[in-house]
């Protein structure tokens, strides 16, 4: 494969087409097979040897396909992407365009980042590109109706759903997701596609739920991407890690030290310790300490709800103290100041309380005559996980 | 058609920047016909490309309105009154002033050529432009209603982004005159709150202002020299959108140095107390906001008060509650008369010794609020600053 010449290349190319074979058809055109190093197929101006021997639109394809090794070998990576939006639809190989679509998406990030550092071009340009090709290419794969179920094209939907999470995601426009959501979801097929693309379909879908503050759903993708990614894949299974834990911090259950050692977690441990504890200062510490790794894994922001949960475990140590169903609100105040909270007074902690009251972690009214919090005889302070 | 000329069609195509969807497809149905007009505009369009012509138009109108417009628009008696030439305001046919006179914006259409470099206006007359339209039109203290003259500036402002999207402006005058447009936007909708729909829509207000602060970002990020309003509009950003996850998340990408400065500390400060829901620090913490930031924040304050009033209503619910309207009007940060009404129109039991009954069962969303009523908040941080101060930026 490494050293054929051109004519042989497109010989085969003719061949897998002609006999409909599409994952050898997409080996020969996918950049992760060996024949992108040759070069004698690294041509700037392939288009009338395509044209000789193959029909359009794989003509033009192909004659894109090697500008592209072309632009690659050369390492422009702006060229390489502009040859690869040509092409597109393609009609019955699914692998040739799974291959092809992988490798826009991977150029135009490359392309991105040569920009970026050229400092031309507006930011997410390409990939903006990219994500729209990706999304005809979608629409095709979801209208067709016309083939049976095996030959439908409504199978390619949920690999370039997750190629488009991946965009969208990066260039942060994750309302760009729900469309595609909604159609899989409606689709029949649902539950038929491949393991390995539900899980990544799963973990896009569990951190769009986290994003749109809906934790229960949240927490059931997630859980499953988890435990269905493949126990080899521990990278992955680190990164799924990295939003179901917060997740779950939300609804109450803490990680083991255990697991986050396993997984290479341990910017969590701080943070899990002071969310059980009630202990804001450790939180606060925690989250400045690895702040830039939270941050960059999108995550800063929804810890940051975790305060939440850690002032109704504070409080509850302070219930717990006194012993009384009647409890000054003076004693709540002395509880947030000895965690160093700056201009906190009674009103704020009147309302840190009603909050918790309403959301349902406190069973209980505020007596604003006596000052004190009157909690309920009964289990004053349900559960994590049975408040929704 | 001969085989000579095949191979450079589609190199042609594919090569130029791949336009979106319906574009493409047609070039390639036209290819396969093989229409001869096809070829001759690609030939000539091949032609420019060896020749290295730029094809982004380049203005040269050195008026704030085309000389061409002017005249057409006097013909057919277009001119907006602002426009007009003193003394000839009553006349059959007004006559427009080239010194008042301002583009329209128009409606991009088929057929209709926009790259006419007689027409488009130089980014240094653009920012002149809209120093007029701020000085003597927005801050003028003659024209009125403001409504009107809201109507005027934001449809010239979008004629003048119509003239940078199309010359495809960028750099320090295309920053100036974005901020000056995303803080007449945001001072608009505070100013208008509460006028008639037929005046004054806040949602297309809030359309353009989110796609100039956009752009005014973009401008940020892609730039290399320094910004010195940057931290501003920043903060101005996350203030009018609070609550945003994308707002929030943009901000904690900034570099540090950006992050810590003391506008964009606050306005993080007020979206964390957001989203610990906790309206009591988000009241308390806005009252450090000069004028512009409170008018970003504004459209928020009627919800705030809302959460307020809903939290308390379950925290407080017992049969004895008894809680003083006086303190609540200081949380709220309106006086008392205000603090009832408002009470009253969520269902909040104000008893005859100015005691609220709050109770979780009585809690109502209002029907209608008047926003205007509650917002002296805001108005309070005007005090002697003129319009024009405000829109340049001089607060």
New interface residues.
């Given amino acids: 494969m490494a050293h054929s010449t051109i004519n042989q290349y497109l010989q085969q190319v003719y061949e897998a087409i002609d006999g409909r074979d599409g994952s050898f058809c997409s080996e020969l055109l996918s950049f992760k097979h060996p024949h992108v190093a040759n070069p004698r197929l690294q041509l700037a101006?392939p288009?009338?040897k395509c044209?000789q021997l193959l029909e359009?639109p794989y003509?033009?394809m192909v004659?894109?396909h090697l500008?592209c090794t072309y632009a690659v070998s050369n390492h422009d990576f702006v060229e390489a992407y502009?040859?690869f939006?040509?092409h597109k639809e393609e009609n019955w190989a699914l692998p040739v365009m799974f291959a092809v679509t992988l490798d826009l998406r991977i150029f135009a990030n490359n392309a991105e980042q040569q920009l970026q550092k050229k400092?031309k071009?507006?930011?997410a340009e390409m990939l903006e590109?990219a994500a729209?090709?990706l999304m005809?290419c979608f629409r095709v794969c979801a209208s067709d109706n016309r083939a049976g179920v095996e030959d439908s094209k409504k199978w390619g939907m949920m690999f370039l759903s997750n190629q488009l999470f991946k965009i969208y995601f990066k260039i942060?426009k994750?309302h760009l997701c729900k469309p595609l959501i909604r159609a899989i979801d409606s689709s029949n097929l649902k539950n038929d596609f491949s393991p390995a693309q539900k899980v990544t379909y799963r973990y896009y879908t569990g951190r769009k739920a986290m994003?749109d503050s809906d934790f229960k759903p949240a927490e059931e993708f997630l859980s499953y991407a988890f435990h269905h990614c493949h126990r080899s894949s521990q990278r992955n299974k680190r990164m799924i890690l990295i939003y179901l834990l917060p997740v779950k911090m939300l609804l109450g259950h803490m990680p083991t030290h255990q697991l986050l050692r396993k997984y290479d977690l341990m910017q969590f441990a701080d943070v899990t310790k002071g969310v059980s504890e009630g202990n804001l200062l450790l939180l606060n510490e925690a989250l400045n300490k690895h702040e830039t790794f939270f941050?960059r894994c999108?995550i800063?922001?929804i810890l940051?709800?975790l305060?939440?949960i850690t002032y109704r475990n504070l409080f509850k140590k302070v219930y717990l103290l006194l012993r009384t169903h009647q409890l000054p609100l003076a004693s709540f105040l002395v509880s947030l100041q000895m965690m160093q909270l700056q201009d906190v007074d009674l009103?704020?902690v009147?309302?840190?309380?009603?909050?918790l009251?309403?959301?349902g972690h406190i069973k209980g009214?505020?007596?604003?005559?006596h000052q004190k919090l009157?909690v309920s005889k009964q289990n004053p302070f349900p559960a994590l996980s049975s408040v929704s | 058609m001969s085989r000579r000329r095949?191979?450079r069609r589609?190199?042609l195509s594919?090569?130029r920047?791949?336009p979106?969807?319906g574009e493409w497809r047609q070039r390639t149905e036209e290819q396969?016909r093989g229409k001869a007009e096809v070829r001759e505009v690609e030939e000539e369009e091949e032609r420019q490309e060896h020749h290295g012509k730029e094809s982004v138009p380049r203005g040269t109108c050195q008026t704030m309105c085309p000389t061409r417009e002017l005249q057409d628009r006097q013909l057919q008696n277009c001119l907006h009154r602002f426009e007009l030439l003193a003394g000839t305001e009553r006349d059959r046919r007004p006559r427009g002033d080239p010194l008042r006179a301002v583009k329209e914006y128009s409606r991009p259409a088929a057929g209709k050529d926009s790259t006419n470099s007689s027409d488009l206006r130089p980014a240094a007359v653009l920012l002149k432009t809209v120093c007029y339209l701020i000085d003597k039109v927005a801050a003028s203290p003659h024209l009125r209603p403001w409504t009107e003259v809201y109507n005027f500036v934001f449809d010239r402002l979008r004629g003048v982004k119509q003239d940078m999207i199309i010359q495809r402006t960028s750099g320090l005058n295309c920053v100036a005159i974005l901020e000056r447009t995303v803080r007449f936007l945001i001072y608009a909708s505070y100013r208008l709150c509460g006028e008639p729909l037929r005046l004054y829509d806040p949602r297309i207000n809030d359309t353009h202002l989110q796609e100039n602060l956009s752009w005014l970002l973009?401008c940020y990020?892609?730039g290399?020299e320094p910004h010195p309003n940057q931290e501003e509009f920043q903060a101005l950003g996350l203030l009018y959108n609070l609550g945003s996850?994308?707002a929030?998340?943009?901000i904690?990408?900034l570099p540090e140095r950006l992050r810590c400065s003391p506008a964009i500390t606050l306005a993080l400060s007020i979206n964390?107390a957001f989203?610990?829901?906790?309206?009591?620090?988000v009241l308390r913490l806005a009252r450090r906001l000069n004028f512009m930031q409170s008018c970003a924040l504004h459209r928020h304050l009627v919800s705030c008060r809302r959460d307020?009033l809903?939290?308390?209503s379950?925290?407080?619910?017992?049969r004895?509650?008894?809680?003083?309207l006086d303190?609540l009007a200081q949380?709220l940060f309106l006086d008392a008369s205000l603090t009832t009404r408002l009470c009253q129109a969520h269902g909040v039991e104000v008893n005859r010794d100015s005691q609220l009954i709050f109770s979780k069962a009585a809690f109502t969303e209002p029907e209608q609020l008047h926003c205007k009523l509650y917002h002296n908040i805001v108005a309070e941080k005007q005090r002697d600053l003129s319009v024009g101060d405000i829109i340049h930026g001089c607060t």
């Fill in positions: 101006s288009e009338e044209q359009p003509d033009e004659a894109a500008r502009k040859a939006q040509s400092g071009g507006q930011p590109k729209e090709q005809s942060n994750l994003f941050i999108g800063f922001l940051e709800k305060k939440i009103d704020e009147q309302c840190i309380l009603a909050n009251i309403y959301m009214y505020i007596s604003q005559q009157v | 095949a191979p589609i190199s594919q090569r920047d791949a979106a969807g396969r973009d990020a892609t290399t996850a994308r929030a998340q943009h904690m990408e964390r989203h610990e829901q906790n309206p009591v620090r307020l809903l939290i308390y379950h925290g407080f619910s017992s004895n509650c008894r809680f003083p303190r949380l």
